[in-house]
């Protein structure tokens, strides 16, 4: 048996051996079952410095979660956007295949809580069913492998997947969504990343939420699939009790990019039924957006996003008043230090505005991409 499967065989699955590990009483063992799987594996438990904290919140269940009757189990509609099973084909040239339900970790907050660690999940013929649809499907140019989390796949899957996808002529870019090198860095091997190396341009997206995961043993494993010229990017969930501060959120984002990957998306938590104890306000992820842009390095600024409830996708939000107002003349902005400037349109405008250009500005999207024409660098040099 790989190293990696061993560790992961190791991890703490029952409420009992935590438990014990933590000296909690049986009544508290009580409080801690729930409906959903749990798993946390050592390099996890590792980070685990009391009960309570930021990372135990993410992995340990709450009795909080069996409390939350009305929400909605798929709330992004993924079910009734899978044309053929567990293909989310939400937007126009790029869907999302789930190749497996298992996780390193089964976070609390998962927006995938209906269908992640339960068994019988990919039937026979479905994967083919999945990549026979995406070969159908000349509009399908980026294919996002996720689960679950596809990096758990042994490494012969793995690949069977990455050739039958380089197959597909139309397919531009793979990406693959992971907590595996935060929660298990032991399975990101060389072979591993002799295996990717083979079907590029393959990009990752992994899922960090606070500082502390960002260990040694994660960061070399991050370094490997850097190495294997695999571009990382990171997706963070905005979750109540673990990273609702600047301070923190700063320091993760700092340490993403030591660890060379980018911080690409913060979600604001999804209403999925069982997770509502970790919303916060979408305030929240605004003045974290704010603490950050101009106060560090732009490179460690996500996209703040919000995934629509109803299938509608993830839509960027930003705080408003960047943006303060704009019209025929020009754009009235205010800069990190709560400065504010003045952007002159050019003289006559260029016959190429975009529709809100004139009515007053209601906040939320990019300012500076409403005002980035190819005629006028000076306003986009940084972007
Ligand atoms: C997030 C997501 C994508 C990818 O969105 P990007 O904004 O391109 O990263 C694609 N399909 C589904 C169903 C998604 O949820
Ligand atoms: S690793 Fe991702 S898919 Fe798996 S439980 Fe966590 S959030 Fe859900």
């Known amino acids: 048996m790989d190293d990696w499967k061993k560790i992961l065989a190791d991890s703490i699955v029952k409420p009992e051996d935590l438990a014990a590990l933590f000296g909690l009483d049986e009544k508290e063992i009580d409080a801690i079952v729930g409906d959903y799987p749990m798993r946390i ?14 990372i135990w919140k993410q992995v340990v269940p709450d009795p909080l979660e069996m409390a939350d009757f ?10 009734t956007m899978s044309p053929v099973p567990h293909l989310v084909h939400r937007y126009p040239d ?4 789930m190749v497996t339900n298992q996780c390193p970790i089964y976070c609390r907050f998962c927006t995938r809580k209906r269908l992640v660690g339960k068994p019988g ?13 995406l070969r159908e499907h000349t509009e399908v140019r980026d294919v996002i492998l996720s689960g679950g989390d596809p990096l758990l796949l042994p490494d012969h899957l ?9 197959t597909i002529p139309h397919l531009e870019l793979i990406r693959l969504g992971s907590r595996v090198p935060g929660t298990l860095p032991q399975r990101i091997t060389p072979k591993l ?11 990752m997206n992994l899922h960090f939420n606070h500082p502390d995961e960002l260990t040694p043993e994660v960061k070399a494993a991050c370094a490997m699939l850097a190495d294997a010229g695999v571009p990382l990017g990171a997706q963070t969930v905005l979750l109540k009790g673990v990273n609702d501060d600047p301070d923190v959120m700063k320091r993760l984002m700092q340490q993403l990019l030591l660890a060379r990957v980018k911080p690409y998306y913060l979600y604001q938590a999804d209403l999925t039924k069982g997770t509502n104890h970790f919303r916060t306000t979408v305030e929240t992820g605004m003045h974290i957006i704010r603490s950050l ?15 629509a409830p109803g299938g509608g996708g993830k839509i960027p ?25 003045h952007y002159p349109q050019p003289a006559g405008g260029n016959g190429r505005e975009l529709p809100m250009v004139g009515a007053r500005h209601a906040g939320g999207s990019p300012p500076a991409r409403t005002g980035c024409r190819d005629d006028e660098h000076g306003g986009c040099i940084d972007r």
Do not use: W
């Open 193 to 203: 990343c002799e295996i990717v190396k083979k079907y590029h341009p393959i990009y």
């Open 41 to 54: 594996t050592p390099t996890v438990l590792s980070t685990i410095k009391e009960k309570g904290d930021a």
């Open 158 to 166: 793995m690949e069977r997947i990455l050739k039958a996808l380089r």
């Open 94 to 97: 790029r869907a999302l295949l």
């Open 121 to 133: 999940f990919l039937k026979k013929g479905e994967l083919d069913r999945a990549i026979a649809y």
């Open 293 to 307: 842009q101009g106060h560090t390095s732009g490179m460690a600024v996500p996209h703040f996003v919000i995934d």
């Open 70 to 79: 009305d929400a909605p189990d798929d709330p992004l509609e993924e079910d």
């Open 317 to 341: 939000i930003l705080p408003p008043d960047y943006l303060m107002h704009l019209d025929e003349d020009g754009a009235v902005l205010k800069n990190y230090e709560n400065k504010t400037f």
